[in-house]
């Protein structure tokens, strides 16, 4: 979702998580891949077939 441009609210609301966990495993990800940002975090996951 966040790879699809959906903010943090937004995916809070949809997955019924606070919007701070949100960015929390958000910024997890994007710490973990080394990407810049979530968009990128998304595509390097996809790239790799995490998703």
Do not use: P, Q
Not at 5 to 34: F, P, Q
């Amino acid at each position: 979702m966040a790879g699809e441009g959906k903010s943090s609210g937004e995916i809070a609301g949809i997955v019924h998580l606070s919007e701070g966990t949100v960015r929390n495993y958000l910024s997890e990800a994007i710490g973990k891949l080394g990407a810049a940002n979530r968009v990128e975090a998304a595509r390097l996951a996809r790239d790799k077939g995490w998703l």
